[in-house]
């Protein structure tokens, strides 16, 4: 899901128990090789998880005020509040322990 503003994301976080922002850039190469294992990740074992995509070169103002300064970052957000950021290349094992526990404690 892309979301065209900071308000909007804002919102949506509210609404979510359990989000994730993916902070990207087409021209980042960790980025396009981690995208298809975190939809997967999220779509396998973690079906109610928002995933929202903001591009931080196209969208640097909601990159700015997220505090998002490398590509990829991603933050990982339960009941509106952030829980845990990883910035740089990650490992769909770190990423999936960092959702696990919140995740089953929010949603089971």
């Known amino acids: 899901m892309n979301l065209s503003d900071t308000e909007q994301i804002k919102a949506h976080l509210k609404q979510s ?4 922002i993916y902070f990207y850039s087409d021209r ?11 939809e997967k990740l ?6 109610e998880m928002k995933l929202i995509y903001v591009d931080s070169e196209k969208q640097p103002e909601i990159a700015a005020y997220f505090g998002v300064f490398s590509n ?8 509106g509040h952030e829980h845990q950021r990883l910035s740089k290349y990650v490992s769909i094992a770190q990423l999936s322990e960092a959702i696990d526990r919140p995740y089953h404690l929010l949603l089971d």
């Open 72 to 79: 990829p970052t991603l933050l990982l957000y339960f009941d």
């Open 28 to 38: 980042c190469a960790p980025c396009i090789s981690l995208r298809p294992k975190v």
């Open 17 to 20: 128990a359990a989000a994730l």
């Open 42 to 47: 999220l779509q396998d074992s973690f079906p």
